[in-house]
């Protein structure tokens, strides 16, 4: 049995000590800022990365991972109790679980919410062991050519699946790869639009973009909006929900568990897209329909269990192809980069530790989570007391210390400061700024996949359209953007994401 | 959220995106013009940045003419909301701040003047709040980046 080999091995390397510590400090980090809204979890793992240059690289990876998911559960604490979303992904468990916290409910909310997510995480570390083999297995017989389709399904279907116009996303991503070719060029030793200063002849670091784009073009977009009165003001009570409350809640979970788990997997997907789907499919499936947004608990339970799931299986294309989903997963790429690991297909064989640990470690910071929320709920909710007056300068701060102290390179500290511009003005002209991250990250390795499979073919194009895997995987290109001119998808994806926006 | 719609054609949102593409796509050509371009089968230093820019440029210019061109259409041109400088100011000034200090005047220091500064960004701020937790939070800046963290950045004057 490989697979029960594989999880062995994960499991071994999960448990050990000091990874369990650096789960456990992940997973804690991710509830406080799923809590806190105002500060999402791609700031925060960027704010993060350079501390786990002195990790092992399945630590390291494990409580970046921790951090992302433990996101998605505090997330939905204040949801319930303040009626705001704490993080994008649990905008849909306002509607109903707030709706249960103000008739005296709010126990039996947050309780459902847990289990939910801890049902669909466990769920969904299954999913990802069984669909990693196979798929490595395929990866296995890539080269630069296919590699290079690959990287081109990536980003393309990351933009067309996610948020926001596919032109300006489309647009973005080459503005990434744009910038992802600053610095020296690794062939001929040129410096390429590095205007003479020496710290970006090793290229632009991602971690200050991240943080001025995600973390500081957001801070000062939200001091705009008029600051929100936060009411938490019933206590939590009957944590243990009822038998009947399970077993109205528990058909949800495994619906929203299954729809999760493969929009999770879909380029694009991730956390954000799951949830909505889920409970539209609730709200569908339900004798009465009127009860939903009235304190449904299907719609608190279904919801819940598909973002988790979705945030997991999100995990599957860069751990077993190394093409990232979403741009949480491009700084994932970035972390294995800093560890000197080589992200793509061939890292299940090289890295079977590392993959099968963070695998495993999902399962084990699951039941953390579900330890660390439903008991010390009382500290999440005090921590909810904190004004943005104070929170926000403390992150301003906390950003400025961070990118300062990867390099020790003040550099960083200003160009963080232009990306926070610049993440200002993308945010007024409503573009995502998402798929320039990916862009960042893998413009470095498409370029050099491009130039080694034209090496190979002497610069014939056809290369990619004669290499049956590659061609598939261009076929999925063309497929997708065709499909996004036909009118009948073009009316049904606005209408999708207008609901969910 | 819904955004103030506007009757005069342009949509500001598409134009502005464009011109910056424009530039950005300009800057990079200028930038990389001297670059070995080389062919496909042996590229040299300068034929992605030149592809990718050429594609940013194409980009750029269909934004500004689809911004420019919206009158015709039927579709409802969103504005742009008012940007509102305080906030905008302060945050950046703030980064800026602690750049031009945490060298110099090491990170106690720097970082109480970056936090006062930064909830300048809000009027909701009163000083005799501020100061205190800025002073508190330089303390807890200090004990996590440099006693735990080990960063090498100097905790006082130098």
């Not at chain 1, 906390?398 to 960083?412: D, K, M, P, R, V």
């Not at chain 1, 034209?454 to 014939?460: F, I, K, R, V």
């Not at chain 2, 008012?82 to 905008?88: A, F, G, I, T, Y």
Request: proline share 6%.
């Amino acid at each position: 049995m490989d697979l029960f080999d594989n999880l062995l091995l994960g499991l071994s390397t999960a448990l050990e000590l000091n990874n369990l510590g650096l789960c456990l400090i992940g997973v804690l980090i991710g509830t406080a800022i799923g809590v806190l809204p105002g500060i999402g979890p791609i700031p925060t793992v960027a704010l993060l990365l350079p501390f786990t240059f002195g990790l092992s690289p399945p630590g390291a990876m494990i409580m970046l991972a921790g951090i992302f998911y433990g996101a998605q559960y505090g997330g939905s604490t204040t949801a319930i109790l303040v009626n705001v979303p704490g993080e994008t992904s649990s905008v849909v468990t306002c509607i109903d679980g707030h709706e249960m916290a103000k008739q005296g409910k709010a126990g039996t909310a947050l309780a459902i919410a847990a289990l939910a997510s801890f049902f669909a995480g466990t769920m969904a570390t299954i999913v990802i062991a069984v669909l990693s083999v196979p798929l490595s297995v395929l990866a296995l017989k890539f080269t630069a050519v296919e590699y290079f389709s690959l990287l081109v399904l990536g980003l393309i279907a990351a933009v067309v699946l996610a948020h926001g116009s596919v032109a300006k996303s489309l647009a973005m991503v080459l503005l990434g790869l744009l910038l992802g070719l600053i610095g020296i060029d690794v062939s001929s030793g040129a410096a390429r639009m590095t205007f003479g200063v020496a710290e970006l002849s090793d290229g632009l670091d991602f971690v200050p973009v991240a943080m001025g784009l995600f973390g500081l073009g957001e801070i000062i977009a939200n001091l705009e909006r008029p600051a929100e009165r936060r009411v938490v003001s019933q206590s939590v009570r009957d944590l243990i929900p009822s038998r009947a409350d399970l077993r109205a809640a528990f058909p949800a979970m495994v619906r929203g568990t299954m729809l999760g788990s493969v929009l999770g997997v879909l380029p694009g997907g991730g956390a954000a897209l799951p949830p909505f789907s889920s409970y539209a499919l609730e709200k569908k499936l339900a004798k009465d329909p009127s009860r939903f947004g009235k304190g449904a608990i299907e719609g608190v339970a279904g919801p819940e269990a598909a973002n988790n799931a979705g945030a997991q299986t999100s995990f599957i294309p860069l751990l077993t192809l190394g093409i990232p989903a979403n741009a949480l997963m491009a700084l994932m790429i970035g972390a294995l980069m800093m560890q000197g690991i080589q992200p793509g297909p061939q890292i299940m064989t090289e890295q079977p530790k590392l993959v099968w640990g963070v695998i495993a470690s999902m399962w084990v910071g699951n039941l953390m989570l579900l330890v660390i929320n439903l008991p010390l709920i009382g500290l999440w909710v005090s921590m909810l007391k904190i004004p943005y007056r104070l929170l926000f300068p403390a992150i301003v701060l906390f950003c400025c210390i961070g990118t300062y102290g990867i390099a020790n390179s003040l550099f960083n500290v200003w160009l963080m400061m232009g990306c926070a511009a610049i993440g200002y003005f993308f945010i007024k002209i409503g573009v995502e700024p998402a798929p320039l991250l990916l862009g960042l990250v893998l413009g470095p390795q498409l370029e050099e996949n491009f130039r080694r499979a034209m090496l190979l073919s002497d610069g014939n194009f056809l290369v990619f359209l004669s290499r049956p895997i590659s061609a598939v995987l261009l076929g999925v290109v063309a497929l997708l953007l065709l499909a996004l001119l036909s009118p009948t998808i073009l009316r049904n994806r606005k209408a999708a994401l207008a609901e969910s926006s | 959220m819904q955004s103030p719609v506007t009757r005069s054609g342009i949509d500001w949102r598409d134009l502005l995106f464009g011109l910056f593409l424009v530039a950005v796509a300009a800057g990079a050509l200028i930038a990389t013009h001297k670059l070995n371009v080389g062919s496909a089968a042996d590229m040299g230093a300068g034929y992605m940045p030149r592809a990718v820019s050429l594609g940013l440029l194409a980009f750029g210019l269909f934004f500004c003419v689809r911004g420019v061109r919206r009158a015709g259409l039927a579709q409802a041109v969103q504005a742009i909301e008012p940007v509102q400088l305080r906030p905008l100011l302060a945050v950046l000034a703030a980064v800026g701040l602690f750049a031009l200090t945490a060298d110099r005047l090491g990170l106690a220091i720097a970082s109480v003047v970056t936090v006062v500064l930064a909830s300048l960004a809000t009027r909701e701020g009163r000083l005799r709040e501020t100061v205190p937790f800025a002073l508190l939070l330089s303390g807890a800046a200090v004990l996590l980046f440099i006693k735990v963290l080990a960063l090498p950045v100097p905790v006082w004057p130098r």
